[in-house]
C-alpha cells in the first residue's frame, strides 16, 4: 500500500522542535500519526560520579523551560536520599517559592502558547496566531499585565530562590536561605496582584471561549476527547497540591485506581518502547500496555492541568474551588476527557497558584529561621516527586555511602503524556482530514492544538535513564507486521 | 585618582549608549554551550568598558527580550543548526535566522517578543541595534561539558567578530 505523508515540521511554538507524521492511506484517510523527538543522550552519564546535592543545580539547567520544577523534585529526592525531614517553615518556603513559579509558567503557556488558537480562532492566519494577535484583539493593556506578572515572578523567584533563572537554594533537609518581614510584605503585596491577574485570565476565558459556540462545540468535540486515566498529585483531602502529597490515578469513569507515595512509582508505571521513537511510554502497569488506544483496558493515562482536577476531589483554595465547580457544571461533570479544556484547567490551576501563594505569604511560620534540618544519616536511595506545570515529576537517585551517584532515573512531566499526544493527534487528525479534503493551514493547525493542549517540553523528556522499567519492545515490518518482541522485567 | 574606564560613548549624545554582549547556551549539552564560552573569553577584556555589560544566558523567547531591556545595543552569540560546516560563524539580525535559543518556541520567537516588549513600552534596541552572532554546531544533543574539535576551535574567530561589531559601533555614527 502506498502513501501520502503530510508533514508538521517544526511544530511551531513548542519547546524540542518534534515533528509529525501523518501517514495517509490511498484513499487520503489517515492511517498512521507519529511523533518524534529528537534525543539528548547521556544524561545518567553526566551524572553518575557527582556528589547527589549537585543534582539541583545540575538538573534545574536541563531544561529552559521549567528549572524550578527540576530544582524542587532534585532537592526533594535529596530529602529522601540522605533520610531527612526538612521543617515546616522549609516546606512552606519551598512551596510558596513553586506556587510563584507555577503561576509564571502558567501565564506564559496561557497568553503565549495555548491562548492564540483560541482568542485568534485556529482559522487564523499563522502570522496572527500568536501574543501580538492577542493584544491586537483584546487590548493593548493586557501585554502590559502579561510582562508585569512574568516580571513579579521572576523577580520573587530570584529573591527567594537566589538566582533569577536557575535556583541554587534547595538542600537536602530544607533550603539555604529564609525570609524576612519585609521580604513577606512585597511577596504578600505582589501576590494579591497575581490572584487579580488569574481572575482577569478566567474572565478572558469565559468571554471569549465560552462566549463563542464554536469554540465550545470544538472543545468538546470527538476528534479532541479521549477517555485515558488521570494522575495527580493530592494532599490529605484529596485536593490539588503541586509540591507535596500522594500520586492519585483515577480511571476514565472517575474512579480512584491508585493512590500512592512517589517512592513507589515503579510499583505503578511501566515503560513501553516503540522501534520508531527515542522516547519512551509509560503506562499504568497493572492495566497494561494495549496500544495508542484509550478507554478502562488501556493503561495510558494523562498526567495535565486537567488531569489533576480529575485525580483530586478540589482545590485548596477558595475562589479556584469556585471555578473548578464552575468547570465541571459547564463540560458536564467529572471527570473532563476534552484534551482542549486542558487550557481551562490550567487557569483554574493560576488561580490556585496565586491564592497559595498568599496563603503561605501570611503564614506565621513563613519567616521562620529555623528552615533547615541537617542530615546525619547515610544517603542510598531517594525518589522526589512534584506536579511539575507540563505534569508529574520524578526524580529517583542512587548513591554510594558517601552520597556519590551510581544511578539517576527521571520521569519528566511532558513523558508521562507521550502516549496519550500521540493519541491526540492521530484522532484529531482522523477527524480533521477526511477523503477529498484539503489541508489548509488551520486543518493543521488544530492538529497541533491537540498537542500544544500538553504544554508538551521535548527538551528535557529524552533525558532520562533507560532501562530501569519493565519493557516490551516490537520489531514491526514497514505493513507493521510484528517481527519480533522482546520483552524485559523489571530489575 | 583612578583611571576613569574607556567607554564606548557615541559623540554628541547625551547618555551613554549601553551594549549588552550575551552568550546564550546551556553549559552541559556540548556544542549548545559554544556561545558562552565566546564571552567567557571576551569577559576580562570587555571589562574595562563601563558602557559594555557581558552576561550569559540560557533562555529565548520572552526571557530573552526582558532580558535586553535597558539597553540600545545587543549582540547575541549562540549556536545554530543550519547545515553548515561545523563551527562555522556568521552574522544575522534577529528576522533573518533563528539560532537555537532566539528561536525557544516554548513561548514566542525573539522577533514576535521584541515586538511586544515594544508595544508593552519597554526600553529595548532597536531591531538594527540587535546582532546574532551564530555559530554552527555539530553536536546539541549530548550531555557534555565539551565542545566537538571543529566548534570549540570556532571560538576565538566568534569572538573576533564581536570585538569587530564593537568596533564597527564605536566609531560608527
Known amino acids: 500500500m502506498t502513501t501520502q505523508r503530510i508533514s508538521i515540521d517544526p511544530i511551531t511554538r513548542l519547546e524540542g522542535h518534534g515533528k509529525i507524521d501523518i501517514f495517509l492511506d490511498p484513499a487520503g484517510n489517515v492511517a498512521e500519526t507519529f511523533l518524534q523527538i529528537p534525543e539528548l543522550r547521556g544524561f545518567e552519564r553526566f551524572c553518575v560520579g557527582r556528589p547527589a546535592e549537585d543534582m539541583p543545580n545540575l538538573t534545574n539547567r536541563i531544561c529552559g523551560v521549567c528549572p524550578e520544577a527540576h530544582h524542587m523534585a532534585s532537592t526533594k529526592a535529596l530529602d529522601a536520599l540522605f533520610h531527612v525531614d526538612p521543617p515546616p517553615t522549609a516546606k512552606k518556603l519551598r512551596e510558596l517559592f513553586y506556587c510563584i513559579f507555577y503561576a509564571t509558567d502558567h501565564t506564559t503557556h496561557f497568553y503565549a502558547l495555548g491562548g492564540p488558537d483560541f482568542v485568534m480562532g485556529p482559522d487564523a492566519p499563522k502570522e496572527q496566531r500568536n501574543i501580538l494577535g492577542v493584544i491586537q484583539k483584546v487590548g493593548m493593556e493586557i501585554a502590559g499585565k502579561v510582562l508585569k506578572m512574568r516580571r513579579d515572578g521572576h523577580h520573587l523567584i530570584e529573591m527567594i530562590g537566589g538566582r533569577k533563572v536557575h535556583p541554587n537554594w534547595g538542600l537536602p533537609g530544607g533550603v539555604s536561605r529564609g525570609i524576612n518581614e519585609e521580604q513577606r510584605c512585597e511577596i504578600e503585596a505582589r501576590g494579591r496582584e497575581a490572584i487579580e491577574f488569574a481572575r482577569f485570565s478566567l474572565q478572558l476565558f469565559n468571554d471569549i471561549v465560552l462566549g463563542n459556540p464554536a469554540y465550545v462545540e470544538l472543545v468538546t468535540s470527538d476528534a479532541y476527547t479521549h477517555r485515558t486515566y488521570n494522575m495527580g498529585t493530592v494532599d490529605a483531602q484529596n485536593r490539588v497540591n503541586f509540591y507535596d502529597g500522594l500520586i492519585r490515578v483515577v480511571g476514565p469513569n472517575g474512579r480512584e485506581h491508585a493512590k500512592y507515595p512517589a517512592r513507589d512509582y515503579r510499583e505503578y508505571i511501566a515503560e513501553h518502547v516503540e522501534p520508531w521513537s527515542y522516547l519512551k511510554f509509560p503506562f499504568l502497569k497493572k492495566i497494561g500496555w494495549k496500544g495508542f488506544v484509550d478507554g478502562e483496558d488501556s493503561g495510558l493515562y494523562k498526567a495535565t492541568p486537567l488531569s489533576r482536577l480529575n485525580a483530586a476531589d478540589g482545590m485548596a483554595t477558595p475562589l479556584a474551588q469556585q471555578e473548578y465547580e464552575r468547570m465541571y457544571d459547564t463540560l458536564g461533570g467529572k471527570p473532563v476527557h476534552h484534551t482542549l479544556a486542558t487550557h481551562w484547567a490550567r487557569l483554574v490551576e493560576l488561580l490556585h497558584a496565586t491564592e497559595r501563594w498568599v496563603e503561605l505569604a501570611v503564614d506565621p511560620e513563613i519567616t521562620g529561621k529555623e528552615y533547615r534540618a541537617l542530615p546525619t544519616h547515610r544517603p542510598d536511595e531517594g525518589v522526589g516527586s512534584v506536579e511539575a506545570p507540563r505534569g508529574t515529576l520524578t526524580h529517583h537517585y542512587w548513591t554510594d555511602e558517601r552520597g556519590i551517584l551510581t544511578r539517576v532515573n527521571l520521569i519528566v512531566g511532558t513523558t508521562n503524556n507521550y502516549a496519550p499526544i500521540q493519541l491526540s493527534i492521530k484522532k484529531a487528525a482522523q477527524g480533521l482530514i477526511r477523503e477529498g479534503v484539503v489541508v489548509t493551514e488551520g486543518l493543521l493547525n488544530k492538529v497541533e492544538m491537540a498537542f500544544r493542549a500538553y504544554d508538551p517540553c521535548f527538551g528535557c523528556a529524552t533525558h532520562y535513564l533507560p532501562g530501569q522499567m519493565p519493557l516490551t519492545i516490537r520489531i514491526r515490518a514497514a505493513d507493521g507486521q510484528v517481527l519480533r518482541e522482546i520483552s524485559r522485567a523489571a530489575p | ?173
Do not use: K
Open chain 2, 1 to 173: 585618582m583612578a583611571t576613569q574606564p574607556a567607554s564606548l560613548v557615541t559623540e554628541g549624545t547625551q547618555h551613554p549608549v549601553r551594549t549588552l554582549v550575551l552568550g546564550l547556551g546551556n553549559p552541559l549539552v556540548s556544542d549548545d554551550s559554544v556561545g558562552l564560552r565566546v564571552v567567557q573569553e571576551l569577559r576580562a577584556e570587555l571589562a574595562a568598558y563601563s558602557d559594555v555589560e557581558v552576561d550569559e544566558e540560557y533562555c529565548g523567547g520572552l526571557r530573552l527580550m526582558e532580558r535586553l531591556v535597558g539597553y540600545d545595543r545587543a549582540i547575541l552569540i549562540d549556536a545554530i543548526c543550519a547545515g553548515h560546516a561545523p563551527g562555522t560563524v556568521r552574522v544575522f539580525s534577529p528576522e533573518t535566522a533563528t539560532t537555537r535559543h532566539s528561536a525557544s518556541a516554548h513561548d514566542v520567537s525573539l522577533v514576535v517578543a521584541l515586538a511586544l516588549g515594544c508595544q508593552a513600552g519597554a526600553a529595548l534596541p532597536r531591531r538594527e541595534a540587535i546582532r546574532l552572532v551564530t555559530i554552527e554546531a555539530a553536536d546539541v544533543e549530548t550531555f557534555g561539558e565539551e565542545c566537538t574539535p571543529a566548534v570549540a576551535d570556532s571560538v576565538g574567530r566568534a569572538a573576533d567578530i564581536v570585538r569587530e561589531l564593537l568596533a564597527t559601533w564605536r566609531s560608527g555614527p
